[in-house]
């Protein structure tokens, strides 16, 4: 279970709800692109390393993914343009590398794990790894990481560029049609 402070309960209480089959979400974004609901907010976690009780693998392998969900959300995605929703769990303990940065744009963009990143990347990350959970829609996948950077007051020219990265990645590299 979720351990929020005063002020994450209070951030709660302010988001509107939508209730999609016989579920209340809280709505995290919302535009005339997209929607993006959350049953409850995932609680997102940085891994520990120490080398005194870690091997060199485990440790190796919290620096390559250093991310970890603490809870299991039910994800809500709505694409308005198509009319079409999708529901998902993201399981508990499901982890990720966060935005994938190079560390020589650390300084213009931000470290992968900066906190405005860290929804964003999640989502993102989960539907590379599980494109039928969109129907293999790429686009929506990259639409969504964009308006999940703008909701956490991203700058304009760093969503841009971000959206731009990985949609062109995916496209040419890492998005594969479903079989």
Same mark, same amino acid.
């Given at each position: 279970?979720?351990?929020?402070?005063?002020?994450?309960?209070?951030?709660?209480?302010?988001?509107?709800?939508?209730?999609? #089959?016989?579920?209340?979400?809280?709505?995290?974004?919302?535009?005339?692109?997209?929607?993006?609901?959350?049953?409850?907010?995932? #609680? $997102? =976690?940085?891994?520990?390393?120490?080398?005194?009780?870690?091997?060199?693998?485990?440790?190796?392998?919290? =620096?390559?993914? !250093?991310?970890?969900?603490?809870?299991? !959300?039910?994800?809500?995605?709505?694409?308005?343009?198509?009319?079409?929703?999708?529901?998902?769990? $993201? !399981?508990?303990?499901? #982890?990720?590398?966060?935005?994938?940065?190079?560390?020589?744009?650390?300084?213009?963009?931000?470290?992968?794990? #900066?906190?405005? /990143?860290? $929804?964003?990347?999640?989502?993102?990350?989960? +539907?590379?790894?599980?494109?039928?959970?969109?129907?293999?829609?790429?686009?929506?996948?990259?639409?969504? /990481?964009?308006? +999940?950077?703008?909701?956490?007051?991203?700058?304009?020219?760093?969503?841009?560029?971000?959206?731009?990265?990985?949609?062109?990645?995916?496209?040419?590299?890492?998005?594969?049609?479903?079989?």
């Amino acid at each position: 279970m979720c351990e929020y402070t005063y002020s994450e309960l209070d951030f709660i209480s302010k988001l509107p709800t939508v209730n999609f #089959d016989f579920k209340q979400f809280y709505v995290w974004q919302e535009d005339e692109y997209c929607l993006v609901g959350f049953s409850v907010i995932p #609680d $997102i =976690k940085n891994k520990l390393t120490n080398k005194t009780v870690m091997t060199k693998e485990e440790i190796k392998a919290a =620096k390559k993914k !250093p991310l970890y969900l603490k809870n299991s !959300p039910v994800v809500l995605l709505y694409d308005k343009s198509k009319n079409k929703k999708y529901t998902f769990v $993201i !399981p508990e303990g499901y #982890d990720w590398d966060g935005a994938t940065i190079s560390k020589i744009f650390y300084r213009i963009i931000g470290s992968r794990e #900066d906190i405005r /990143f860290k $929804i964003a990347s999640l989502i993102h990350d989960f +539907l590379c790894e599980n494109k039928q959970r969109v129907d293999y829609d790429r686009y929506f996948a990259d639409k969504v /990481f964009e308006r +999940l950077l703008k909701v956490a007051d991203t700058w304009s020219f760093i969503r841009w560029l971000m959206f731009h990265s990985v949609d062109n990645y995916q496209k040419f590299c890492g998005w594969s049609e479903k079989k």
